[in-house]
């Protein structure tokens, strides 16, 4: 839904009624990940998309259904059912799709959350007699919907009136990248593609320029291990130790390693893991912990560029991160 | 000037200009750098020279004498792709000796992405920050082709696809679509051989998926592949034995070259083919096989 907020303010400032297609759920491949919107003004303005374009036409009719009085409605496309034909969804996966109208006075505090980077969701109820029912959720909030904004993710949640739908706007997940070498520019582009809040810091500021950065979201100049005891880290946080170089990598990885942080890696030749890990434990650091460092950072995929590293590292993140049980999926 | 030279004295600075342009083409070609000299020899430090894949130098490499060496270890590196340094050692009775950094610059691999989805973007996005070059139509010289169509006639694309040459050939699909569209392309009577070269789904195995993960998993995979790869980029070059001279020399259109007995006999320059034409029977028993 992000992407259409700011068409959904405008339309919500203008009074315009407007009815909104949320992905609740997929099956198999789909083009659009839950909570991905698509938003038909009173006028006939449409925005976002559902599947990207499969059965866009067939959601437009029911969304225009509601707008003209209709009630809201549990829509499911997918190849195993006739209408998938009808409607063209030739993904051979399966999505289902609540269509409902939008009350204006939500849009303004979701928007304004998101602008300011605090967590927020929506709760909207898709089954059972008061289906369409929302209400937004904060953070810190018990229950089931508390949980999912917790963790940043998008869901069906059961609840004994029926199921619920929370579509999370969770800040983006922070990515902290120590050490402001060519490695570092190339990851910190593929964290934001991945969804991350991207802060590069190293101790040497000659480095740390917006020249050599230019799209990250935060420089910093300090020592990584002083930077990490004050920054914000979560299950979700990834920390990538770049320097290779003990007297910043050593104190770095201990503090991280005192932090939930869901994915921890250090770059480094096999000699400099040793030379590392050896380090830490004269740190008091115990091998448990040790072990929780994916080092050599990346997975083994051949990379030879600081760009195909950084390919490697995001994918060993996606995987760490998606199935933490399991085993590193070598490249045949 | 030498044989193979592309004529007109070119300075050390066109080398760099003309490189960047064919680099800028997708074009394939080494650079040949003097990096030390060991007197006497004709070439200085900072010569330098591009050696294109038919064996055309533009620009000075010491000559005669260290030229059909530096072309003959440019075309081994256009295969190999791995830059060396060449030590040109006795080539001519003049010389001392020439070091020369070869450098094969081959073009990015070209990527292929058919199809609009999400993960298409991304992945096309992705991979021009690798440095590959991408394309959204046509298969034609392609070295990899990810198909993501969302099913709009995949079966008719992978098929075009398997017959483009491309080593790499992946569907953006469901497992269980993937299993369909592969079961189609059977009944349609592709060999299985043709058939389990397709990789569906495409991507690394990296756990339920957004649409930026599955790029990023298709890219990881692109990457392994591009690395593992077994044969060289290019052609290993044809070579032969100067019978004057007695040198190795890469044999292409710009060689110099004479018939002999209805056999062709390759030479390292101008001078020796005349001395082998002037008394062909007193080197035809060292002609090239």
């Known amino acids: ?332 | 000037m030498a044989a193979g030279n592309m004529g007109g004295r070119v300075n050390s600075t066109d080398v760099i200009v003309e490189a960047g342009r064919l680099a800028a083409e997708g074009k394939p070609y080494v650079l040949a750098t003097v990096v030390n000299v060991v007197r006497p020899a004709s070439a200085r430090r900072g010569d330098r020279a591009l050696v294109l894949p038919d064996g055309r130098v533009s620009g000075w490499i010491g000559g005669a004498c260290s030229e059909p060496a530096v072309v003959r270890e440019a075309l081994r590196a256009l295969a190999d792709g791995q830059t060396r340094v060449a030590q040109m050692e006795g080539e001519c009775a003049s010389e001392g000796i020439v070091e020369v950094l070869i450098e094969p610059i081959l073009p990015a691999p070209l990527l292929v992405i058919v199809g609009e989805s999400p993960a298409a973007r991304t992945l096309g996005e992705l991979a021009r920050t690798v440095g590959w070059r991408v394309r959204d139509d046509g298969v034609e010289g392609a070295d990899a082709v990810v198909v993501a169509t969302m099913g709009h006639g995949d079966e008719d694309l992978l098929a075009a696809a398997l017959g483009s040459g491309a080593g790499y050939i992946g569907l953006v699909a469901s497992a269980k679509r993937a299993g369909s569209v592969l079961a189609e392309l059977r009944t349609r009577g592709l060999d299985e051989e043709a058939v389990l070269r397709i990789r569906a789904p495409a991507g690394l195995d990296l756990g339920p998926s957004s649409q930026e993960e599955i790029a990023v998993a298709i890219l990881a995979e692109l990457v392994a592949w591009r690395h593992t790869r077994r044969e060289g980029p290019l052609a290993a070059p044809s070579e032969a034995v100067d019978p004057v001279c007695g040198m190795t020399v890469a044999v292409g259109p710009g060689t110099e070259q004479t018939v002999h007995e209805g056999v062709t006999v390759a030479f390292c320059s101008a001078h020796c083919r005349a001395r082998f034409e002037a008394e062909p029977e007193r080197y035809s028993g060292l002609r090239a096989p």
């Open chain 1, 1 to 332: 839904m992000r992407d259409v907020l700011e068409t959904l303010e405008r339309w919500a400032a203008d009074g315009t009624p407007v009815a909104i297609a949320t992905v609740v759920g997929t099956e198999r491949s789909a083009p659009r990940d839950p909570g991905a919107v698509l938003a038909v003004s009173a006028g006939g303005d449409v925005a976002g998309s559902v599947t990207g374009g499969c059965v866009e036409p067939a959601v437009y009719g029911e969304a225009r259904d509601v707008l003209a009085g209709g009630a809201p409605r549990l829509k499911t496309y997918g190849i195993a059912d006739d209408e998938a034909f009808e409607v063209g969804l030739p993904c051979g996966g399966t999505v289902h799709i609540f269509v409902d109208r939008l009350d204006p006075e939500l849009v303004a505090p979701i928007a304004g959350a998101v602008r300011e980077g605090r967590p927020i969701a929506l709760e909207i109820k898709i089954t059972g007699q008061d289906a369409g029912a929302k209400r937004l959720v904060g953070p810190g909030e018990d229950g089931p919907a508390g949980e999912l904004l917790a963790r940043g993710e998008t869901g069906i949640v059961e609840t004994p009136e029926g199921q619920v739908f929370v579509s999370s706007f969770a800040p983006r997940p922070n990515m902290y990248v120590f050490g402001a070498v060519d490695h570092a520019a190339a990851v910190a582009t593929i964290g934001r593609y991945l969804g991350y809040r991207v802060t590069v810091c190293d101790a040497r500021a000659k480095f740390v320029t917006r020249e050599r950065f230019p799209d990250v979201d935060e420089l910093v100049v300090e020592w990584p291990d002083r930077f990490l005891r004050s920054a914000p880290v979560d299950e979700r946080t990834v920390i990538c130790v770049l320097t290779h170089d003990h007297k910043f990598d050593v104190p770095a990885l201990k503090v991280a390693l005192e932090t939930p942080a869901g994915y921890i890696g250090a770059m480094g030749a096999r000699r400099t893991n040793e030379e590392r890990a050896e380090r830490l434990r004269a740190e008091g650091v115990s091998e448990e912990d040790i072990a929780r460092i994916h080092a050599p950072i990346g997975l083994k995929i051949g990379s030879r560029t600081p760009e195909e590293v950084a390919i490697a590292v995001a994918a060993q993140i996606v995987q760490v991160l998606r199935s933490p049980k399991k085993e590193e999926v070598l490249a045949q």
